[in-house]
């Protein structure tokens, strides 16, 4: 089958530590994307990457990192540097990063900071 | 001004109604525009793309008007299953898509 995987589905992280979510696509998309959602509000861009080796910053990337060795993965790491990182964490993929194109979405993963 | 405002409702309705969603946009270049639905904890589904000459798709018909800058849902004979949070969403040239915060709908018996 094809489309977006996200691990693990729900991640429970102490204060001050670091933790990476992964992201698989086999669409061969060529874009993906992260976004947070937080409860009752919309989706805000943290990272996305047009292409393997290369990504952008998007509207909230403080505190988070991302890379793209490979087209297939795209994985996010949320740094102890962001303040409030409980939230709900979506990946998306798109043919490529004309604005035309859709996006589609992993299942996501839901962070806990305790 | 946020580039994309939605009201949040909810918009509650009986089976069988006709509800309509406005999305308003603020940037006059915005090139693509979509309809996703999103259910409780659950990712955002795409539902549809709107089209210059306004689509449909069984019960629900999208439009866009550029020179008022939204674009509209349409849900026609409204089912329990209906009930979701639905996201609109706006393309413009190689950037990510920016969306809109949602609209909830309940469908009620």
């Known amino acids: 089958d094809g489309g977006i995987t996200q691990s693990p589905k729900y991640l429970f992280r102490k204060e001050g530590q670091n933790v990476t979510l992964s992201c698989e696509q086999n669409l061969n998309h060529d874009a993906m994307y992260w976004y947070r959602q937080d409860p009752g509000q919309g989706l805000r861009l943290i990272y996305y990457s047009q292409i393997v080796n290369d990504f952008q910053k998007g509207d909230i990337a403080e505190g988070y990192s991302v890379s793209r060795e490979k087209k297939e993965s795209f994985p996010l790491t949320v740094t102890s540097a962001q303040k409030n990182p409980t939230a709900f964490y979506l990946c998306?993929?798109?043919?490529?990063?004309?604005?035309?194109?859709?996006?589609?979405f992993g299942p996501g993963t839901r962070l806990t900071v305790l | 001004r946020k580039e994309v405002e939605q009201d949040p409702g909810p918009f509650n309705v009986p089976e069988g109604a006709t509800v309509a969603f406005n999305c308003t946009y603020s940037?006059?270049?915005?090139?693509?525009f979509f309809w996703y639905r999103q259910d409780c904890r659950k990712e955002p589904k795409l539902l549809m793309s709107?089209?210059?000459s306004g689509n449909e798709d069984g019960r629900f018909t999208a439009q866009l008007n550029r020179a008022s800058q939204y674009i509209s849902l349409l849900i026609r004979d409204s089912k329990l299953s209906d009930s979701a949070t639905y996201l609109c969403?706006?393309?413009?040239?190689?950037?990510?898509?920016?969306f809109g915060s949602g609209t909830r709908l309940q469908v009620q018996p």
């Open positions: 940037n006059s270049a915005s090139q693509s």
């Open positions: 969403a706006l393309g413009r040239g190689r950037r990510a898509l920016t």
């Open positions: 709107v089209y210059s």
């Open positions: 998306a993929s798109s043919i490529d990063s004309g604005g035309a194109n859709e996006q589609f």
